[in-house]
C-alpha cells in the first residue's frame, strides 16, 4: 500500500510539472543578419499564434522583440521545438539552424554561406527578462566561436 501511495504521489508530482517548450517560431527578414535581442513580460506587447498553436515572433530589422510571454527555462526538442526562418519571399522561407561546430566544419564548403543563429544567452536586466543572440552566416562562425 505505501508503495502505490508512493507511485501515485510521483506521478502526480509529475504530471503538475511542465517543463517542456511550448512550439515557436522565429521569423527574419530576407537578409536579416545580426543580434536579435527578445524582451519578455512586457506589458504593451501582444502575443500572435499560428494555426498549429505556435507562438510566432515576427524579429524587426532593429532585432529588437518585445513579448507579453513570460521567459522560463524548459527542454524541447532542437531545431524541432523552436524553430527559425528567413523570410525569402510571401511564401517562400528557408529554416535556419542553431550553430553546431562539428555539424559545419562536415562540409565548409557548402556550410559557410548558410545563415545560423549563434550563441544564445538570457538575462535579467532592470527592464525584465530577455534572450539574446545572432544571426549570421557559416562563414563568420569565428566572430561567435568565443561562445562555444
Known amino acids: 500500500m505505501i508503495k502505490f ?3 501515485l504521489m510521483i506521478a502526480a508530482i509529475l504530471s ?3 517543463y517542456s517548450t511550448r512550439c515557436k517560431k522565429y ?3 530576407n537578409n536579416f543578419s545580426g543580434r536579435v535581442v527578445v524582451h519578455f513580460n512586457q506589458k504593451n506587447a501582444s502575443l500572435i499564434h499560428d494555426k498549429d498553436g505556435c507562438i510566432i515572433y515576427n524579429i524587426p530589422s532593429n532585432g529588437e522583440f518585445y513579448t507579453p510571454e513570460d521567459y522560463t527555462p524548459s527542454v524541447g526538442e532542437p ?5 527559425y526562418f528567413e523570410k525569402i519571399s510571401t511564401d517562400k522561407f528557408v529554416e535556419l539552424l542553431i550553430f553546431r ?7 565548409t564548403a557548402i556550410n559557410k554561406d548558410k545563415k545560423y543563429i549563434f550563441g544564445m544567452t538570457a538575462g535579467l536586466t532592470s527592464s525584465g ?3 539574446d543572440y545572432y544571426v549570421d ?3 563568420n562562425y569565428k566572430n561567435h566561436f568565443f561562445i562555444y
Open 16 to 18: 503538475a510539472c511542465n
Open 101 to 107: 561546430e562539428s555539424e559545419y566544419l562536415s562540409d
Open 5 to 7: 501511495f508512493n507511485f
Open 27 to 29: 521569423f527574419f527578414e
Open 137 to 139: 552566416y557559416g562563414k
Open 79 to 83: 531545431n524541432k521545438t523552436v524553430r
Open 129 to 131: 527578462k530577455y534572450l
